[in-house]
């Protein structure tokens, strides 16, 4: 994969970033030497290894047991994967959330998700692969180039943003894990803890935990599938589902799973959570169509993050949420109707 340093994408991001971050963003981007593996620098966790730099950045030692405290990433820009677009402020993209761990209500995962303990925090990788094994969050943010992706991100409610994500592409992680042929799909699952997710203890809690998705193994190795570490330049807050996540830009928010703790390859069409709840709405493929409207709304339009009464900001759904000419392929011979 081409990897660039940062250069200035044309939008001004002192423009949108609240500054402290942005500043120290650029502090950050400039003592690195040409493309560097950001780090969490939790003081022993760190391994630089030849050719992998990790980006140090002095945080107090946290306890086992304790939450992460937002940390700055170090990381490349992808310009030719990124949208020049406006970015949606970061208060938006953190407190207008959909985690159902936490609760049903938008405002719910910024207030809860800090119950949510993320050190420390390990994904098991198994099912047809050839070497299965665990995947430690030190050796994820050490052990792959950090870059920042800028992608639209629309939820199957009909509103949409526009997230600088910090991440790195979901296929390096399954090269290492050596999926057999025989796999043709990839399975998530969410950490279920019911003692520090007052979502899944709720009377009203609907959805049979752990939260569970899917994705075809060409789907998965596509190289605008991400696996998010971060947003707006650090790691992820605990309500957009730290430490990592997934983001399918393509596909409708549902598929990208936060807080992952486990990924398996699989023969068969796994079980996912809003399949599983009610599968006349919610589809295994949920690519973002503006011709398939949802059975109780349409899909035609969106509500473009921050919006209000006063100002809608409405704007027209784009086929595959705008990533059309990268992904259409995968789905050539498909009647996209039937495999919504
Ligand atoms: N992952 C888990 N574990 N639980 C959830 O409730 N909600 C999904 C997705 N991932 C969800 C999840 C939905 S419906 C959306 S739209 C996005 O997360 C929202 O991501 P955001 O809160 O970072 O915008």
Redesign the pocket.
Known sequence: MKKRTYTDHSIASSDITPEHIFLNRRGLIKASAGTIAGALATPGLIKASAGTIAGALATPSIALGEARAQSALSFSADSDRSLVDEQTPYEA?TT??????FGTDKSD?ARHAHAMTTDPWTVKVGGLVDQPGLLHLEDVLSGFDLEERIYR?R???AWS?VVPWVGFPLAELLRRFEPKSEGKFVEFK?LYRRGEMRGTRSFTSIIDWP?REGLRMDEAMHPLTLVAVGLYGKTLPN???APL?LVVPWKY??K????IVEINVTAEQPQTSWQMLQPSEYGFYANVNPEVDHPRWSQRFERKLPSSIFKPNRVPTLPFNGYEEQVAGLYQGMDLRKFY
């Open positions: 993209v207008y959330n959909n985690f159902y761990e995962p991100f939820c199957v409610e943003m969410t939260y309500q957009n589902g996540r928010g549902f990208s799973i936060k807080s």
